[in-house]
C-alpha cells in the first residue's frame, strides 16, 4: 500500500473504480438497513385496518421475507464487493510488489558479488598451482 508520507494520485479509471465501490458499499448497507428497519415494524405492528387478523399475518410474514431476502442479496452484494476490492489490491498494488522485487534483486547482486570474488580467488589460486606445477615438471629430472 502507498505510505501516508508521499501523495498518491490515482488515474481517473481507478479513481472512478474505487468511487463505484463506494457507491456500491453505501447502497448495499442502505438496503440491509432499510430492510431490517422493516422487518423490526413488520414484527411490531399492531393492525387496526379492516382486513382480518389472518390475512394481516399472512401478509406480514410474506414482506418479512421479501425483506429478508433483500438483506441476504445486500449481503452477497457486500461480498462481492470485498472480493473485487481484494482484486483491485492485488491488480493495483504495485508499489509493495516492486519494493519486494527490489530488495529481492539486491540480495541477488550481493550474493553473485560475493560469489564472483570467491570464484576469482579460486581461479587465482588454482592459477598459481598450476604454474608451480608446470615449473616442477620442467625442471624434474623424470621427464
Given at each position: 500500500m502507498a505510505s501516508s508520507s508521499r501523495t498518491t494520485?490515482?488515474?481517473?479509471?481507478?479513481?472512478?473504480?474505487l468511487k463505484s465501490y463506494n457507491a456500491r458499499l453505501k447502497d448495499d448497507v442502505r438496503s440491509m438497513l432499510e430492510n431490517f428497519e422493516e422487518i423490526l415494524k413488520l414484527a411490531r405492528r399492531e393492525s387496526h385496518i379492516q382486513i382480518s387478523k389472518t390475512t394481516q399475518c399472512e401478509q406480514d410474514a410474506l414482506e418479512m421475507q421479501?425483506?429478508?431476502a433483500n438483506m441476504v442479496r445486500a449481503g452477497e452484494s457486500l461480498m462481492k464487493l470485498v472480493a473485487d476490492l481484494k482484486q483491485y489490491l492485488i491488480l493495483n498494488d504495485f508499489h509493495s510488489v516492486n519494493e519486494a522485487i527490489t530488495n529481492n534483486s539486491q540480495?541477488?547482486?550481493?550474493?553473485q558479488i560475493e560469489c564472483d570474488k570467491k570464484l576469482m580467488k579460486l581461479r587465482d589460486e588454482m592459477a598459481m598451482d598450476l604454474y608451480d606445477l608446470e615449473e616442477e615438471y620442467y625442471t624434474?629430472?623424470?621427464k
Amino acid at each position: 500500500m502507498a505510505s501516508s508520507s508521499r501523495t498518491t494520485i490515482l488515474p481517473q479509471s481507478k479513481e472512478a473504480l474505487l468511487k463505484s465501490y463506494n457507491a456500491r458499499l453505501k447502497d448495499d448497507v442502505r438496503s440491509m438497513l432499510e430492510n431490517f428497519e422493516e422487518i423490526l415494524k413488520l414484527a411490531r405492528r399492531e393492525s387496526h385496518i379492516q382486513i382480518s387478523k389472518t390475512t394481516q399475518c399472512e401478509q406480514d410474514a410474506l414482506e418479512m421475507q421479501v425483506r429478508a431476502a433483500n438483506m441476504v442479496r445486500a449481503g452477497e452484494s457486500l461480498m462481492k464487493l470485498v472480493a473485487d476490492l481484494k482484486q483491485y489490491l492485488i491488480l493495483n498494488d504495485f508499489h509493495s510488489v516492486n519494493e519486494a522485487i527490489t530488495n529481492n534483486s539486491q540480495l541477488f547482486r550481493t550474493t553473485q558479488i560475493e560469489c564472483d570474488k570467491k570464484l576469482m580467488k579460486l581461479r587465482d589460486e588454482m592459477a598459481m598451482d598450476l604454474y608451480d606445477l608446470e615449473e616442477e615438471y620442467y625442471t624434474s629430472i623424470f621427464k
